[in-house]
C-alpha cells in the first residue's frame, strides 16, 4: 500500500491551505461574534475561489469542476475544514452531487450556475417529526395532472436563507414492504419565490456560527412534472446514488479541524511555564498530547482508506459508517483536550479553540447521529448470521 501523495495532490494541499490560512482566517472573529456572513464578504471571497480554482472543485471536470478523485478530494475539504464552517461552506462552495443527477435541460437551470458561482442550492430532507427516520416525514407530494402539489415543513435545512433554489424530498405515496407500508418518496426542485413555498428563518445555533438554518414550507406549492428530480417515488434511490460520499466529507472537515485544535496545544505545551519547567513535560499533559496525536492518526487513515475504496468502486456503507464515527467522536475528545491543556485561555475566543469546541458537537448529529453509524455498523456485522 502507498500512503504517499502525488505530486499534484501535494500541490492541492498546499494551495487550498494558503488560501484558508490568508482568504478565511482573517475574517473568523467577526463572523464568530456577529454570527453573521456578510454577502459582501462572501461574494468577496468566492471571486477569489474562483480565481484559484477552489469553488465547485469536487464536480467533474465535464461539466466545470476539478475533477478530483475521492481521496484528493477528501485532502482538500480537510484542509478548508480548518477555518470557519460558514466561510469555507458558502465562499468556497461545493454545489450538492445529487445535481448531475438532474436531466440535461435541470442541469442547465441549476448545475451549472451553481458552478459558476451565480446560484446556491440547498437541501431539504429532514423534518420536526423525521430525522434519522426520514421514511416518517409527512411533507407531502401529490401528483394533479401533469403537476405536483406539495404541502408541509422541513427544517434544519442549511444556508436555505441564501439559496437561489432547494432540492427537495417528499412523501409522494405508499407501497408494501416485508416490514409492511413504507412510504415512497420523490425528489423535486423547488426555486425561491415559487407560490406556496416560503422561507422562514431557522433557529440558532451553538456550532457553525454564521452558517444558518432555515425552515421551509409548502402551502399548495404547486411545480409542473420537469421539477422531478430522478424518478418519480425514486427520491431515496437519487439521495443515496449521489450523496454517499458526504458522510466522508464530514470526516475530512473533522480532521482538519482536530489537527488545528493539536497544533495549538502542542504549541502551548512547548512554551508554557510551570512549577519551573514547559507543562509538555509533565505526563499529565504530554500523555493527552500523545491520545490526541493518535486518535487523530486513527480517524485520518479511516476516511482515507474508504475515500481510497470509494475510488476503487469497493467502499460498503459499514466503511463509511465507521469513517464518521470516528472522525466525528474524535474531534470532540481533541478539541475538549485541547482547552484541559490551556486551561482557562482554552474557553476565551482569543484562540480557535472554543468554536472548534463547539462546533464539533453538531458533526456528531448531522449526516446520520453516532447511534445511526452504530447501527449500521453492527447490522453489517450481524447480517451474516441472520442478524
Known amino acids: 500500500m502507498d500512503f504517499g501523495l502525488s505530486e499534484e495532490q501535494k500541490l492541492i494541499v498546499e494551495t487550498t491551505r494558503a488560501f484558508v490560512e490568508n482568504e478565511l482566517y482573517p475574517h473568523e472573529r467577526e463572523v464568530e461574534r456577529t454570527g453573521v456572513l456578510r454577502r459582501e464578504l462572501i461574494e468577496e471571497i468566492k471571486a477569489k475561489a474562483i480565481e484559484a480554482g477552489l469553488y465547485a472543485a469536487n464536480m467533474p471536470t465535464e461539466v466545470g469542476g476539478a475533477g478530483l478523485d475521492t481521496v484528493t478530494w477528501l485532502l482538500y475539504e480537510k484542509e478548508l475544514g480548518r477555518a470557519n464552517y460558514a466561510l469555507h461552506w458558502t465562499c468556497v462552495a461545493r454545489p450538492s452531487n445529487i445535481l448531475l443527477a438532474g436531466t440535461p435541460e435541470q442541469r442547465k437551470k441549476y448545475l451549472y450556475p451553481c458552478i459558476r458561482g451565480e446560484k446556491w442550492d440547498c437541501l431539504a430532507m429532514t423534518e420536526p417529526g423525521a430525522g434519522s427516520d426520514l421514511r416518517g416525514m409527512k411533507a407531502t407530494a401529490v401528483q394533479d395532472g401533469d403537476d405536483w402539489v406539495l404541502n408541509g415543513t422541513k427544517h434544519f435545512i442549511s444556508h436555505a436563507d441564501l439559496a437561489d433554489f432547494a432540492i427537495v424530498f417528499m412523501a409522494s405515496g405508499e407501497e408494501e414492504s ?208 441472520g442478524g
Open 178 to 385: 416485508s416490514r409492511g407500508k413504507r412510504k415512497k418518496i420523490t425528489a423535486f426542485f423547488v426555486d425561491k419565490g415559487t407560490k406556496g413555498f416560503t422561507v422562514r428563518d431557522g433557529y440558532r445555533n451553538v456550532s457553525h456560527r454564521g452558517y444558518t438554518n432555515a425552515i421551509l414550507e409548502f402551502d399548495d406549492c404547486r411545480l409542473p412534472g420537469a421539477q422531478v428530480l430522478g424518478e418519480v417515488h425514486k427520491g431515496f434511490d437519487v439521495a443515496n446514488s449521489w450523496l454517499g460520499a458526504t458522510r466522508l466529507q464530514v470526516g475530512a472537515t473533522c480532521l482538519g479541524r482536530a489537527e488545528r485544535a493539536l497544533g495549538h496545544a502542542v504549541e502551548y505545551a512547548a512554551q508554557r511555564q510551570q512549577f519551573g519547567q514547559q507543562i509538555g513535560k509533565f505526563q499529565g499533559v504530554s500523555f493527552k498530547l500523545a491520545d490526541m496525536a493518535t486518535e487523530l492518526k486513527a480517524a485520518d487513515l479511516m476516511v482515507f482508506e474508504a475515500g481510497w475504496k470509494y475510488d476503487q468502486g469497493t467502499v460498503t456503507d459499514q466503511d463509511m459508517a465507521m469513517a464518521k464515527l470516528k472522525a466525528t467522536e474524535m474531534l470532540a475528545f481533541v478539541a475538549d483536550e485541547a482547552i484541559q491543556i490551556h486551561g482557562g485561555m482554552g474557553l476565551m475566543d482569543d484562540l480557535p479553540l472554543e468554536r472548534i469546541w463547539r462546533d464539533a458537537r453538531v458533526e456528531r448529529i448531522w449526516e446520520g447521529t453516532s447511534e445511526i453509524q452504530r447501527h449500521i455498523i453492527s447490522r453489517a456485522l450481524l447480517r451474516p448470521f
